[in-house]
């Protein structure tokens, strides 16, 4: 079987839930990690930008995924496609797909907004309205655990490693961020003691940071 080539920046950002994905799968992939160059007082992305129209892909961008001769662009659509490469990680019912679709819209609500605080120069100063803010959100994510064991159900969907991998992202650039949700701490620890989880994060593989690109206010270091 052809190993699979994912491409991303050498960060965790929105590549980490999929390399937590092809690591729970079982499929073997080659992690292409493009580098920031330093210039001068910013950082230039020619590395990727240069050979990124080279490569066959309708919407180029990162993260990519090439699996033979399907080219994958943008973090769901990945996600997607090895929810069904690997059937157990996707919708198995029109009921399940509903559910999934909406979660993956309040997760990447939160997310977006997390990671434009990240990269605001007025980090420091808008972080408490920034939790604030998506409080409500965090506590409609927490009634779905309350009552089953993932986000959408008893089984774990490709829905939730774009969520638990957000979760520890939050609590690195924000210590103490988790500790009005007792109930995602637990979770998260469920999901980091996955035996192949756990695995790959005890490895060398494993990068706990930079969880942000250099030029972020927040996780890029």
């Given at each position: 079987m052809t190993k699979m080539l994912l491409g991303y920046w050498d960060l965790r950002g929105l590549g980490e839930p999929i390399r937590l994905?092809?690591?729970y799968a079982g499929f073997e992939?080659?992690?292409?990690?493009?580098q920031f160059i330093k210039e001068k007082e910013d950082y230039s992305d020619r590395n990727w930008t240069e050979p990124k129209y080279s490569l066959g892909f309708d919407y180029p961008n990162l993260p990519y995924l090439i699996d033979g001769d399907v080219k994958v662009t943008e973090s769901w659509a990945i996600?997607?496609?090895l929810s069904r490469k690997f059937e157990k990680l996707g919708p198995e019912n029109e009921e399940e797909r509903i559910k999934c679709d909406v979660t993956e819209g309040v997760v990447q609500d939160v997310r977006k907004q997390f990671y434009d605080l990240c990269y605001s120069a007025?980090?420091?100063?808008s972080k408490e309205e920034f939790l604030q803010e998506i409080a409500p959100k965090l506590e409609q994510l927490q009634r779905s655990l309350e009552h089953h064991t993932w986000l959408c159900g008893t089984n774990l969907k490709y829905v939730d490693f774009a969520f638990f991998e957000f979760l520890d992202h939050l609590r690195v650039c924000?210590?103490?961020?988790l500790d009005k949700y007792?109930?995602?701490?637990?979770s998260l620890k469920r999901f980091d003691s996955l035996e192949k989880i756990a695995a790959y994060k005890t490895s060398e593989k494993f990068q706990k940071c930079?969880?942000?690109g250099p030029m972020a206010q927040a996780g890029g270091q």
């Open positions: 994905m092809l690591e992939y080659e992690d292409k990690r493009y996600m997607k496609y007025t980090f420091v100063t924000l210590p103490g961020s007792p109930l995602f701490v637990k930079p969880v942000n």
